[in-house]
């Protein structure tokens, strides 16, 4: 890190994932001026915090400039406790990390849930621009999602705003009781189906094929029969779990994140599959991909000090 003094209008960004860490220094009006990407160190808390630093100290110095630091993370810090909760990178559970980041850093950092992040950046400019109330998802490791209203995040006294991955499968079908078992403990929640891992295990469920999400989407492409099934199914259940939000938030525009946002038949597919869910007599249902593609959630992050 660099001692220099912070330059207010400098924002840094982390997102902080599963399987990698990216950073990006914005300067005003939001054009990015240094950014980096590295693996995270899977399972090992102080590695990660370290990690973090090491970030943070490249950014700096190719900004040239010290900067506030905003975070992206998997889960969130608990109001009541100060510790984390709900994260899929489990080793972060319990943990102080928001002060542990603080002293490491030596300064304030502001912390947000990394669907909640990718919910602020596509609000902001993205996607979700000019539209009134925004449901960003996070399609990936997890199934992250976060709610905008008015260009505010909807945080409430839990942090759980937005946060329907551990929802059931709503409308389950006999064969989809009680569904597969998920790390939080319960079954069939909707991260088990929808995520990418999810989408994974029921195509091997079913065939007994073990492939990739991105082999299934490319075999779909070449119109193999089994897997366009896997996809069917999973834009079925994506529908009715999103279908469950619209009727609670009733957002103008849902924008699909994470690494199966890439499917691009989602965003025909999903409205029609959703209508007959949604409690309304004509849904006009909007859902789009992200503008800023991967570089939302680290986008958002750097903006929880203020977007431009
Ligand atoms: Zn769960």
Redesign the pocket.
């Known amino acids: 890190m660099i001692d220099s003094p912070v330059d207010a209008a400098m924002r840094l960004g982390i997102d902080l994932g599963g399987s990698k860490i990216a950073g990006v220094a914005l300067g005003p009006g939001g054009a990015t001026v240094a950014e980096h990407r590295m693996a995270a160190p899977r399972g090992d808390y102080a590695a990660t915090l370290r990690a973090i630093g090491d970030m943070i100290a490249k950014l700096e110095q190719e900004a040239g400039a010290g900067g506030t630091v905003g975070i992206g993370m998997p889960g969130s810090i608990s109001p009541a406790s100060g510790l984390v909760q709900n994260a899929n990178s489990t080793w972060l559970n319990g943990k102080a990390f928001g002060r542990d980041l603080e002293i490491h850093l030596r300064r304030p950092v502001r912390l947000a849930n990394d669907a909640n992040c990718f919910a602020l950046s596509e609000a902001a400019d993205g996607a979700g621009a000019g539209s009134r109330s925004v449901f960003g998802v996070i399609l990936g490791t997890g199934c992250g999602g976060g709610l905008v209203f008015d260009s505010r995040l909807i945080d409430g006294p839990h942090s759980i705003g937005g946060e329907w991955?551990?929802n059931p499968l709503p409308w389950a079908t006999a064969d989809e009781h009680p569904g597969p078992l998920?790390?939080?403990?319960?079954n069939g929640?909707l991260?088990?189906w929808v995520s990418g891992p999810g989408l994974e295990a029921d195509h091997a469920r079913v065939t007994g094929v073990a492939l990739t999400s991105e082999e299934i989407a490319a075999r779909a492409e070449r119109g193999e029969t089994q897997v366009r099934a896997t996809l069917e199914r999973h834009a079925s259940r994506l529908a009715r779990g999103l279908a469950h939000v619209v009727n609670i938030f009733d957002p103008s525009v849902i924008v699909l994140g994470g690494g199966l946002s890439k499917l691009a038949h989602l965003y025909a597919e999903l409205p029609v599959r959703m209508a007959p869910y949604v409690f309304a007599e004509h849904p006009d249902l909007r859902v789009k991909p992200p503008r800023c593609g991967d570089a939302s959630g680290v986008r958002g992050a750097a903006w929880l000090w203020g977007t431009p």
């Open positions: 991955g551990h998920c790390w939080c403990g319960r929640c991260e088990t």
